[in-house]
C-alpha cells in the first residue's frame, strides 16, 4: 500500500505525528486549520489520507532555531550533562529530552559519554541544531546497529548499556538510560558492577551479568520464557502468513473482532525506545499456520 492510499485514524496520527487527541479534533472541525478532509468513516471513526496529514505537518514545520554566539564559540569538545544540554536548547525542564527518547527514537543524538549519567559533547549539540528536522513524518536520523547479544552467553559476563539495550530490545543506549535514569525499568536491579576507565569522570560504567538481564528480559516479556522454544512472531509475518496484505490489514482485522482466536497474545516484544510497556505483539508461528490452514480448508 503506497503513501497516497494509506488510511490513517487520529490515534495513528498522534502516534507517528507527535500531536495529540484533541488537536487533531480542532484542527479537522476547523476548515480554516488546513487539516486535510475526512477520506472514510466507520462508524464514528475517521480516517485521512496519509499522504495529506503528512503534508500538513510538514507545511507546520517551525524554523531552526538558532544558538547563541557564546555557545558557538565555547568548548566544543566540553561534556555538558542533561541539565546543562536543556538549558543549552532552552528547554525548562530534562524531560523534553527523555520524551525525545522515549517516543523519537533516534531524533536526538545519542550520548558522547554514559557515565554517571548521560553527557554530551557541546559539538554535539550544536551539530544537532543544524540539523534537527522540524515537525511532522518522524525521520530518523541514522543510528548505529545495535550490537548482536546472545541470551546463551556466558551467565556471567558482565554487559554494558549497549548490550543491556539490545537485549531489552531499545533502539539504542541513550534510550535505554533515559528509561533507566526515570526508574522505568523497575525489574533490573543496581549493576552488578562499575568499571571506571582511566581519567573517566564519574564512579564508573555500569554493568550487569548477562543472566541478570536475561531474567529481565524473560520477564518483561521481550525474550520469551525459557522452556518456551516456540518460534513467536509479530504483525508482520502473521499478515503473510493469514494472506492479508500488510501488518496494518492484520491488525485491523483483529482489532474489528475478524480474529478472535488470535485474541489471546502468545507474548510481547517491546517496542524500540519504550518507556517499558509491551508494545508490539507476538503469536506462535504454528498457532498461525494452523489458522491459516483451517481458514483455507473448504467448510
Known amino acids: 500500500m503506497s503513501s497516497a492510499d494509506r488510511l490513517v485514524d487520529t490515534a495513528q496520527i498522534v502516534s507517528e505525528f507527535g500531536t495529540s487527541k484533541p488537536r487533531v479534533s480542532d484542527w479537522s472541525n476547523n476548515p480554516d486549520s488546513g487539516f486535510p478532509a475526512v477520506a472514510h468513516t466507520e462508524g464514528r471513526k475517521r480516517f485521512w489520507r496519509y499522504a495529506e496529514v503528512e503534508a500538513f505537518f510538514a507545511r507546520r514545520a517551525p524554523k531552526k532555531r538558532a544558538l547563541p554566539a557564546a555557545v558557538l564559540d565555547a568548548d566544543q569538545d566540553e561534556l555538558l550533562t542533561k541539565r546543562e544540554v536543556a538549558q543549552l536548547l532552552g528547554y525548562t525542564r530534562t524531560s523534553t529530552i527523555d520524551g525525545y527518547f522515549r517516543d523519537r527514537p533516534g531524533y536526538f543524538p545519542e550520548p558522547d559519554e554514559d557515565i554517571d549519567g548521560p553527557m554530551w559533547r557541546r559539538g554535539t549539540i550544536v551539530a544537532w541544531v543544524a540539523s ?168
Open 132 to 299: 534537527r528536522p522540524g515537525k511532522g513524518r518522524r525521520s530518523s536520523a541514522p543510528t548505529a546497529e545495535r550490537p548482536e547479544v546472545s541470551a546463551n552467553g556466558d551467565p556471567d559476563e558482565l554487559l554494558g548499556t549497549a548490550e543491556v539495550a539490545a537485549l531489552l530490545g531499545y533502539g539504542s543506549p541513550a534510550s535505554f538510560s533515559s528509561a533507566l535514569y526515570q526508574g522505568r525499568i523497575p525489574e533490573l536491579p543496581e549493576p552488578d558492577a562499575l568499571q571506571k576507565a582511566e581519567g573517566s569522570r564519574g564512579p564508573g560504567r555500569k554493568k550487569w551479568r548477562r543472566a541478570t538481564v536475561v531474567a529481565v528480559a524473560r520477564e518483561r516479556g521481550v525474550l520469551p520464557p525459557a522452556d518456551q522454544n516456540e518460534d513467536l512472531v509479530g504483525a508482520a509475518e502473521a499478515a503473510r502468513i493469514l494472506g492479508y496484505s500488510n501488518a496494518d490489514s492484520f491488525i485491523s482485522a483483529l482489532g474489528h473482532g475478524l480474529l478472535p482466536d488470535l485474541e489471546q497474545r502468545d507474548g510481547y516484544e517491546y517496542r524500540r525506545g519504550s518507556g517499558g510497556r509491551p508494545r508490539q505483539q507476538r503469536w506462535k508461528r504454528s498457532r498461525l499456520e494452523d489458522l491459516a490452514s483451517r481458514r483455507s480448508s473448504p467448510t
